[in-house]
């Protein structure tokens, strides 16, 4: 089963950066990281998970949650198994726990999980 690790979240002022990273094992035996969609998402205190960017694996298409267009990208290395979130123009309501997963519903009208596997995240806190 694979595992995936959230790191690289803090404190950030708004407007300020952070980069988020998220690494993976355990990929199923003859399968290559770039078999796998890989999706960011977030949950604020008291909120549902919210689908915040993801990479398709079958068509390789990157998309992003309305809220996050032109700040955030994401970005994957697949020989490092890795997938990261670079956060720019942060802003107070970016405050949340981050947690990347395997095989979400991706396309550029929908970010979903519906899995139950989520990570221990990563916390990204933005100030005003």
């Known amino acids: 089963q694979v595992q995936l690790v959230e790191s690289g979240g803090g404190l950030a002022q708004s407007g300020g950066s952070l980069r988020l990273s998220c690494e993976a094992s355990?990929?199923?035996?003859?399968?290559?990281?770039?078999?796998?969609?890989i999706g960011w998402f977030r949950q604020a205190p008291g909120m549902k998970h919210e689908g915040v960017s993801c990479?398709?694996?079958?068509?390789?298409?990157?998309y992003y949650a309305n809220s996050v267009k032109g700040r955030f990208t994401m970005s994957r290395d697949n020989a490092k198994n890795t997938v990261w979130l670079q956060m720019n123009s942060l802003r107070p309501e970016d405050t949340s726990v981050y947690y990347c997963v395997v095989h979400p519903i991706c396309s550029a009208y929908v970010i979903e999980y519906l899995g139950d596997s989520w990570g221990q995240g990563t916390q990204v806190t933005v100030s005003s």
């Open positions: 355990g990929l199923s035996s003859g399968f290559t990281f770039d078999y796998y969609t």
């Open positions: 990479i398709s694996s079958s068509d390789g298409g990157t």
